[in-house]
């Protein structure tokens, strides 16, 4: 296969994942009235395990009792961006929620709910590093609201050793 030939089956293959995304963000939206769909309660669920792994409690009820606690701060924090924010983070979580944006994004073969904390980490890893500008800026987004999220709930401040504010001497 020649080079030019190669070119444009690259870019042929990113026009119709980039127009098969925004169909299925369109038919499926990730956010609805302010709440995760389901695929994408799956999704960010596996990424705020994948981010916050070594920071969250060990016990199984604990450990689920934050992460549900981590979601709904998650919606929380979405519905209080920009319009457009939202709606472009909107388009980014539905294209993640499907089988063809989770493989070609983060590299993931297995589904969102079946992917362990290790994997998750593991394919964010990868988006870090990556040397393709949009797969960074996907990791930095989820990475940064979970850790966001995580850091300013006083819950979590025991969690990782953290006291809290010292209290100022006037």
Not at 62 to 73: E, I, K, T
Not at 107 to 134: C, K, Q, Y
């Amino acid at each position: 296969m020649k080079r030019r030939s190669l070119l444009k089956l690259g870019i042929g293959a990113a026009v119709v994942l980039g127009v098969a995304g925004a169909g299925v963000a369109l038919m499926r939206p990730a956010l609805v009235n302010g709440k995760f769909s389901t695929d994408v309660h799956a999704l960010m669920r596996a990424v705020a395990e994948g981010v916050l792994d070594g920071l969250l409690p060990v016990d199984a009820s604990a450990r689920s009792a934050r992460l549900s606690v981590q979601l709904a701060q998650l919606e929380t924090t979405i519905a209080g961006l920009p319009a457009a924010t939202r709606s472009e983070l909107s388009q980014l979580l539905a294209l993640l929620a499907t089988g063809a944006g989770r493989f070609g994004l983060v590299g993931l073969t297995s589904d969102w709910a079946s992917a362990s904390a290790a994997e998750v980490r593991e394919g964010l890893s990868a988006m870090g590093a990556s040397s393709i500008g949009l797969r960074q800026q996907v990791y930095h987004a989820l990475r940064d609201l979970n850790t966001l999220v995580f850091f300013n709930d006083p819950s979590s401040w025991a969690l990782v050793g953290y006291p809290g504010p010292r209290e100022i001497a006037v």
